[in-house]
């Protein structure tokens, strides 16, 4: 019997396994594949992701960037460079990995290689089916991502919306790397709903395209079209491309149940207007882990306070962010000439992404800044 058990060792899944097990509770983690594994992403991490972690992340930094380049349709780029970091780059692979073996040196037992067919709970307890194995506990997890296992068999996270994305990585020469060293490309305007980038890794380039549009379509295609954009289409040939979902939810209400309760994607936490997962990942993680360290030792626990403490840390900025993708798209080229004007609003952006800034105050100065370019248009 153990007292909680966490189906996912991604980055939510393997963080509040350290929480807990390093406060003395006993954790067991259910991961379907087997680490160091393959995991599409962009690889990108905000400065707010470090501050949240409390143990070192160097080993798994690929590059650290301070600048950006935003374009729209190709056309007139916009150079932003920042005296801080703005976001790191990591392989998910190792990321993930580390994430791991800071949650086993805390205490926790992570099996690898296990695929959970069933969940169950009762009264007193739950119980995980795999491989002709049971497990039993006090608390269950869903950590299990965008096709979480335990929010479908539990009735949970039932608002939850899903964005696409398509991710490749191209080996390029040392030199070509260079020309992208400590800077990442947005382009926006060529995808629907959505952007298309290019950022450095240490031995190749991440370059993807992602969007929240209701039917996404042609996403291979509109990938192509911007990798040979960027000249990238001579290098050596790409060794995977793959493709995954995001899921949103604006409105997080349903992330408990009797003895669960889920994180990160799992839940839909994820950024709706940029995609990012792995901050409210490990931050949902980190709310999910004040919530349990107070209820384990009860009887009959209640889990009710992790939903409320996600609708009050997460939710403001979840429904920020799914307002942009309602209102923006539509009038992109327009915003990026007040970019072009107004630089200032992508600096107050990356303060969002860095978690200086709430998306409230954030659109309340664009819209600001809208409403002077339209009047100077006039």
Known sequence: MNQVIIIGAGPSGSYLAYLLASSGIDVLVLEKERFPRYKP????????????????????????????IFS???????EFTA????????????????????AKEAGAKILEGIRVQRVEVTGSKVSVYADGSQWQGDILVGADGANSLVARSLGLGRRRKLSASLETEIPAAPEKLEQYRSAI???????????????????????????????PKKLRLQLEYYIQSEGLNSLEARVKTRGWLIPVNPQPDDLHGSRTLLLGDAAGLADAFTGEGIYPAVYSARLAAEIISGQISRPDPDLRGYTALVQEKIGP?????????????PISGLIHRVLHRHQDLIEDFMEVAGGNLSYSSFLQYFRSRLKESLHFRR
């Not at 729209?72 to 916009?78: A, E, F, Q, S």
């Open 41 to 68: 992403c962009g690889g990108g991490i905000t400065p707010k992701v470090v501050n949240l972690l409390d143990f070192d992340l160097s080993p798994v930094i690929e590059d650290t960037i301070q600048k950006v």
């Open 72 to 78: 729209y349709r190709l056309t007139r780029p916009i």
């Open 83 to 102: 005296p801080k970091p703005l976001a790191y780059m990591v392989a998910r692979e190792r990321f993930d990995a580390l994430l791991a073996v800071r």
């Open 185 to 215: 490309k947005i382009e926006y305007g060529l995808v629907p709903y959505g952007y298309a980038w290019v950022f450095p890794k240490a031995d190749h380039l991440s370059a993807g395209v992602w969007t929240n549009a209701p039917r």
């Open 317 to 329: 900025d979840l429904a920020g962010s799914f307002r942009l993708t309602r209102w923006i798209p």
